[in-house]
């Protein structure tokens, strides 16, 4: 079955530091998400990403944060200046032309320190 | 009023019981309805997808939506100690408007 596969795993980085966190969504998918849930809270929307532009952004989603489609297969978040409550799961996703099969990453866990 | 509501739990269950879990939502654009089931520290995996109202079958699951309420369900037959997660909840406007608002999530534990 197809998979959206995020890489590292795991991630961690001093406060301050840029950061960038890749995803290789399901190759016939036009629509890129990402979404982050910190520990013991809700997921929350991020940022959609739909031919080669952004979609939609949260509040979240702020100057700090930008993503990019460098090339065929790859999606990638950057934050560019890393703080303590950036902390958390970063969830990469992908769907097809409506929202039926909106699959997600297994996530990138993030610690700031 | 949160956008999304869902009953936390933790919900304890014996195996072979039948689960009920629901979410009320407040936003009436919400058109498409999702059911996500997450394992400790792993990605959200899609278990049901349905848009607007009715009911929906795929083998132990029924995921069920009343637009007129804002309220839906996600049934699980013949419960399994393998079903133990959390259940998310998932909704979205669709067209434009694909970001998913999730439910806070409602953690099962199915005991053998």
């Known amino acids: 079955e197809p998979e959206v596969t995020q890489t590292p795993s795991h991630q961690v980085t001093q406060m301050g530091q840029e950061v960038i966190l890749r995803c290789v969504p399901i190759?016939?998918?036009?629509?890129f998400y990402w979404y982050r849930q910190i520990l013991g809270q809700k997921v929350e929307f991020l940022v959609s990403?739909?031919?080669?532009?952004?979609?939609?952004k949260s509040e979240i989603f702020d100057d700090q944060f930008s993503v990019e489609r460098p090339d065929g297969s790859n999606f990638t978040l950057k934050i560019r200046s890393t703080k303590l409550e950036d902390s958390a799961m970063y969830f990469c996703?992908?769907?097809?032309?409506?929202?039926?099969?909106?699959?997600f990453g297994s996530g990138t866990r993030l610690t700031v320190v | 009023q949160k956008e999304v509501e869902q009953d936390p739990g933790p919900l304890s269950v014996p195996e072979g019981a039948i689960v009920s879990l629901n979410c009320t939502y407040s936003?009436?654009?919400?058109?498409?309805f999702m059911w996500y089931r997450q394992y400790s520290r792993k990605g959200p995996e899609l278990l049901m997808y349905?848009?607007?109202?009715g009911n929906k079958e795929d083998g132990r699951f029924t995921a069920q939506v009343d637009k007129s309420s804002k309220y839906i369900s996600l049934f699980i037959r013949d419960s399994q100690p393998s079903d133990s997660a959390t259940y998310l909840c998932?909704?979205?406007?669709?067209?434009?408007?694909?970001?998913?608002?999730f439910g806070s999530g409602t953690q099962l534990t199915v005991l053998p």
């Open positions: 996703a992908s769907s097809g032309q409506g929202v039926k099969g909106y699959t």
């Open positions: 190759s016939n998918h036009l629509y």
């Open positions: 990403f739909y031919n080669n532009e952004i979609s939609e």
């Open positions: 936003n009436s654009a919400f058109q498409y």
């Open positions: 349905t848009y607007s109202s």
């Open positions: 998932a909704m979205s406007a669709g067209g434009s408007a694909r970001q998913l608002t």
